[in-house]
């Protein structure tokens, strides 16, 4: 059974980081063509931040986040990350991984989604 499940959420202030896992079983991350993590801001709708490609491309959503976020893989561990830094309010929300069969930031190359883990940036 494909089980996605996404940790590492919490409470920080703005400036600081947060490192998010997205913990994979029942197939293997490195054999799937994408990797996402999407984000709900509240209010908001989902929208793409970033994902990894089998082959370990890696995309962000705007590109800008590319100074600031950092998607990565362990395979040994089947588990992708997400490493946050330089953390903002509008960062806030629920993030989730998915697997994807394109990495893109719609919705609708992915099939499968973990439930979600919650970033709250506030002082």
């Known amino acids: 059974q494909v089980q996605l499940v996404e940790s590492g959420g919490g409470l920080v202030q703005p400036g600081g980081s947060l490192r998010l896992s997205c913990a994979a079983s029942?197939?293997?991350?490195?054999?799937?063509?994408?990797i996402g993590w999407f984000r709900q801001a509240p209010g908001k709708e989902r929208e793409g931040v970033s994902c990894?490609?089998?082959?370990?491309?890696?995309?962000y959503w705007p590109d800008s986040l590319k100074g600031r976020f950092t998607i990565s893989r362990d395979n040994a561990k089947n588990t992708v990350y997400l490493q946050m830094n330089s953390l903002r309010p509008e960062d806030t929300g629920v993030y989730y991984c998915?697997?994807?069969?394109?990495?893109?930031?719609?919705?609708?190359?992915?099939?499968?989604w973990g439930q979600g883990t919650q970033v709250t940036v506030s002082s």
């Open positions: 990894i490609r089998d082959h370990g491309g890696t995309a």
């Open positions: 998915a697997r994807g069969t394109l990495c893109a930031a719609r919705e609708y190359w992915y099939d499968h």
């Open positions: 029942g197939f293997t991350l490195k054999d799937y063509p994408a």
